[in-house]
């Protein structure tokens, strides 16, 4: 606005010069020229005066640049379970306005809608179990990468049956569990299928959530469940005779060939065009950085996690919060340890079932390791 100010003076002086020489003009000889020499120094000092505001406006752009992560809102959001509980710290903080980045924070329920949060560009970045990582990369057609693995295996066996020690102590037996055609169930038919079990050897009976599963083993003092923490922990504190009697992770690892991938919940995408902008990327290392912090902080302090994880309303009792938190197996792993075991994670997927990984196996451009 100065600048269009100072040249539209610049310009009105060259008018009033231009009108002192024509026949209309009714000043003297002598206070015209005096007019027309003063106009050049005038409009010098004007156009110097403009100069001097762009550079001072060019420099505040690039200290603009040069600040990223203070003013850039990422928009985060995450599932309600072991993903946002190493969370919790780093939203604490920014509820607080004490977090060196600015977020806002979503938390949703179900995988789908946190999906299609992504897909519209409502959120930025987005913790997702990791098969879904490999459905948004094909559905946003490559548009999103990995930024980290922010949850391990969480699966355990649970029953009042504490002789159940291997997978193939299931032979016979009914397993409830929820989510058919979900990552647990491909975890679980790829075991099966690993130790030997074939089709009909174990029956699997699904229900549409966990507290149903709970229900069920409250209920039949023999049955068996698979369910992920803090659900195992939350059946645990409604039926003392259940036990976690196998944690799925280690049977994985045990089927595992050296080099192959661990057993993946959850990791942290985040969509590309962020992570191309050169401030929105800054902001993104400044995000990596505090949620490390957060998930290094659930691990080491664990009764003031719990206190916030039931805050948060992820559990309803902090009691209970503390005893599955040593259990969910929060972590953030990045760079190429992050690409070998998730990698070698979604292959073992993509060979049980092609869909549950989107149809293909996300090529390099799929992680994010600067």
Not at 301 to 324: D, F, M, S, W, Y
């Amino acid at each position: 606005m100065r600048k269009a100010l100072s040249i539209f003076m610049a310009c009105a002086m060259t008018a009033a010069a231009l009108a002192g020489c024509s026949p209309s003009g009714q000043g003297n000889s002598s206070e015209t020229a005096a007019s027309m020499e003063s106009t050049p120094a005038e409009t010098s000092r004007e156009a110097e005066t403009a100069k001097n505001q762009e550079a001072e406006s060019s420099t505040e752009a690039e200290a603009s640049q040069e600040a990223p992560g203070e003013s850039q809102v990422l928009r985060i959001g995450s599932l309600k379970g072991p993903t946002t509980m190493g969370l919790v710290s780093l939203m604490d903080k920014a509820a607080k306005g004490e977090s060196q980045g600015a977020y806002e924070f979503t938390m949703v329920t179900a995988a789908d809608e946190l999906v299609g949060k992504v897909v519209s560009g409502n959120v930025d970045i987005a913790l997702v179990p990791a098969n879904m990582a490999g459905i948004l990369y094909q559905k946003t057609n490559q548009g999103i990468q990995v930024l980290n693995i922010n949850t391990l295996g969480v699966l355990y066996i649970v029953a009042a049956d504490d002789s159940i020690k291997a997978i193939s102590d299931l032979k016979g037996k009914t397993v409830y569990m929820t989510g058919k055609g979900t990552t647990p169930d491909y975890v679980f038919q790829y075991l099966l299928k690993g130790n030997g079990l074939k089709e009909g050897d174990v029956t699997v009976e699904y229900k549409s959530e966990a507290a149903e599963v709970a229900a069920v083993l409250k209920k039949q003092p023999n049955a068996v469940g698979l369910l992920p923490q803090p659900f195992v922990t939350v059946a645990m504190a409604q039926n003392e005779n259940l036990k976690m009697v196998m944690d799925l992770t280690e049977q994985w690892d045990g089927l595992q060939a050296e080099g192959g991938g661990s057993l993946v919940t959850g990791v942290t995408v985040c969509r590309k065009e962020i992570l191309e902008d050169r401030r929105m990327a800054e902001a993104v290392k400044v995000f990596m950085q505090e949620h490390w912090g957060s998930a290094d902080f659930a691990n080491a302090h664990v009764e003031e996690t719990a206190q916030l994880v039931a805050e948060a309303g992820i559990i309803e009792k902090a009691p209970v919060a503390q005893k599955a938190l040593p259990y969910c197996s929060i972590v953030c792993i990045e760079g190429e340890e992050m690409r070998g075991m998730l990698s070698g994670y979604l292959n073992v997927l993509y060979e049980q079932e092609p869909s549950s990984v989107g149809g293909s196996v996300p090529d390099d451009g799929f992680y994010y390791v600067p």
